[in-house]
């Protein structure tokens, strides 16, 4: 019941409710589909998740938007303070071709999968480098390497001396061409012997 009385004093929650069960998406809720909502077993989490990030998708291109992603993140949650970095974490690792814009089935894989659904090592290694890559030029720099860390690891206050020793030891371990950033090439190798 306390979760009923939050969906009803926040609009945005009930949209991506109403998003989540109109299985036809007339915008009507017939009993059965109203039953799903109820029933926590007649749920499928993946296909609910689907019709949610379908939902968010407001142009209807297949394609969500950073500002479309936070719009459903904020329905979601609107008291979580860490929805622009998940928002930025789903850009990095899902924008494939750099238009800062994400295929909805894409979003859906990522949140229930990691990732795609086909774990292929190569893929699998482009999409850290893109995660790492921050400034898409190629190359993660001493800056993007800690910056990565001190996200990864949280906002605990972490000393950031620790972050900078890390962030140099990795450096030193992979930079073959002693450039002071890491290329694919490096990367990859870095990541082979972990």
């Keep these: 019941m306390k979760?009923?009385?939050?969906w009803?004093?926040?609009e945005g929650c009930l949209e991506m409710v109403m998003a989540m069960v109109d299985g036809d998406g007339d915008k009507m809720l017939t009993c059965e589909e109203l039953l799903k909502l109820i029933d926590d077993n007649e749920v499928d989490e993946t296909e609910t998740l689907r019709r949610m990030v379908n939902g968010a998708d407001k142009d209807g291109d297949g394609f969500l938007t950073a500002a479309e992603l936070k719009a459903m993140m904020m329905k979601m949650d609107p008291e979580d303070e860490d929805n622009d970095m998940m928002i930025n974490m789903i850009i990095r690792v899902c924008d494939t071709d750099g238009s800062q814009k994400v295929k909805a089935e894409e979003v859906v894989s990522f949140m229930v999968n990691g990732g795609p659904k086909e774990k292929d090592p190569k893929e699998e290694a482009k999409?850290?480098?893109?995660?790492?890559?921050?400034?898409k030029d190629g190359f993660i720099s001493k800056k993007e390497l800690a910056g990565f860390l001190k996200q990864m690891g949280g906002d605990d206050d972490e000393d950031d001396s620790m972050l900078k020793m890390m962030r140099n030891v990795?450096?030193?371990g992979a930079d073959e061409d002693?450039?002071?950033?890491?290329n694919y090439e490096?990367?990859?190798k870095m990541m082979?012997?972990?």
């Excluded at 979760?3 to 939050?6: N, R, S, T």
């Excluded at 999409?127 to 400034?135: A, Y």
Aim: aromatic letters at 10%; glycine letters at 4%.
């Design 3 to 6: 979760m009923i009385e939050q």
């Design 8 to 10: 009803t004093k926040n």
């Design 127 to 135: 999409m850290m480098f893109r995660m790492f890559d921050t400034n």
């Design 170 to 172: 990795m450096l030193a």
């Design 178 to 182: 002693e450039d002071g950033k890491l």
């Design 186 to 188: 490096e990367f990859t």
């Design 192 to 194: 082979e012997d972990q």
